[in-house]
């Protein structure tokens, strides 16, 4: 439709500017001359009317020309192309036409270049993440407060995945006592000779901070109840335990637990729902590390894992806190707006590789 309608605007402004420098080589000739041809005209109209030809239908130009005429002449008299309230509807649809021009919405300013940069850097850089996760990243590391949506209008198109909202389902204890609840499961990964590994992982709810993670190729009740004396010690506050049906977790399991002063929660057959946030960080592990990285065996699995966990726990904005990180820095960034603070520059530290990036301000001096 935009452009069908070039050349129709594009004809209507060099009309415009036609009349008007015919108005202007008007103004300079004499008097006699403007009669003259004015009665000229005129003669010629009477012609064209007795004849009862039917008139052309006046376009844009034409219509703006004879409203912008009218001021300066008594056009009541002279009128004899249309009628005296056509002229005057052609004046009023020219000021709404104005008036729409005048109060079209104006919007908010564009971001400071070195910023939409930025943003685009890291869009293309971290293939991952989405605005949310961008927009975590420049309020906790940089201090740079913004919305998710004003971020997603200045990231590259592209076919990466983006956060999208995901309804789940959240046990009312598990929020009440969310402090104080540790949530536990296994995960398998394939190696690139197709030997099978189970990742045993234990999560604290509250920080969303992962306590404690081990790897092995055939887990046994033995080898999973001494993963938790790993994690539990006397100056924890934690007090429940979440776990599913899974037949690892046997009798002797939950009884050391138990001598550990833990309850035990298991969720119900079936129901991975009711164990969402074990089940979340699973899913993050997948879909931000082993999905883009193929280990070739436990050694190589478990470097993997160790630089990505500590990047979860001391580097990675969720939103659920706030957003924040669950080993948060003691210094915060000072919140400087939609600007980067003067005599500071942003430096990206790549994660795997460069699969990830942490950002953090630097002073230039530095």
Not at 17 to 31: E, G, H, I, M, P
Not at 255 to 282: D, H, W, Y
Request: hydrophobic share 40%; with cysteine; aromatic share 8%.
């Amino acid at each position: 439709m935009r452009l069908s309608r070039s050349p129709v605007a594009v004809r209507t402004i060099l009309s415009l500017v036609s009349d008007f420098s015919r108005l202007v080589a008007s103004v300079v000739r004499s008097r006699a001359q403007l009669s003259a041809e004015n009665l000229f005209l005129r003669k010629q109209l009477g012609l064209y009317m007795e004849r009862q030809v039917k008139p052309h239908r006046a376009d844009d130009a034409t219509r703006i020309t004879l409203v912008a005429m009218s001021w300066l002449i008594d056009w009541r008299r002279v009128l004899t192309v249309v009628q005296p309230d056509t002229l005057i509807r052609w004046q009023r649809k020219g000021f709404r036409l104005l008036w729409r021009w005048k109060s079209r919405p104006r919007g908010r300013p564009r971001l400071p270049p070195n910023l939409r940069r930025l943003i685009a850097e890291m869009a293309s850089a971290n293939r991952t993440w989405g605005e949310k996760r961008i927009a975590s990243e420049l309020l906790v590391k940089l201090g740079i407060h913004m919305s998710p949506r004003t971020v997603r209008r200045y990231m590259p198109t592209s076919p990466a995945p983006r956060d999208r909202a995901r309804s789940q389902r959240w046990s009312t204890f598990v929020r009440n006592h969310a402090s104080a609840v540790l949530a536990c499961d296994f995960f398998v990964v394939v190696t690139a000779t197709f030997r099978v590994f189970y990742v045993f992982v234990v999560l604290e709810i509250g920080s969303r901070r992962i306590c404690h993670w081990n790897v092995t190729e055939h887990p046994t009740a033995e080898w999973t109840a001494q993963q938790f004396r790993l994690v539990m010690s006397a100056e924890a506050p934690h007090r429940f335990l979440i776990h599913d049906h899974d037949s690892i977790y046997s009798d002797s399991v939950d009884r050391s637990i138990a001598a550990m002063g833990l309850t035990i929660l298991k969720t119900p057959v079936r129901s991975p729902q009711a164990n969402a946030f074990c089940e979340r960080v699973i899913g993050t592990i997948r879909r931000e590390c082993l999905d883009w990285v193929m280990p070739f065996n436990e050694g190589h699995l478990r470097r993997v894992l160790r630089q990505w966990v500590a990047h979860y726990n001391r580097g990675r904005p969720h939103t659920s806190l706030g957003p924040g990180i669950p080993d948060a820095p003691d210094v915060a960034p000072v919140p400087s707006g939609h600007l980067i603070r003067d005599g500071h520059r942003v430096v990206a530290a790549p994660i795997l590789g460069g699969l990830h990036h942490e950002y953090r301000l630097e002073s230039r001096a530095a």
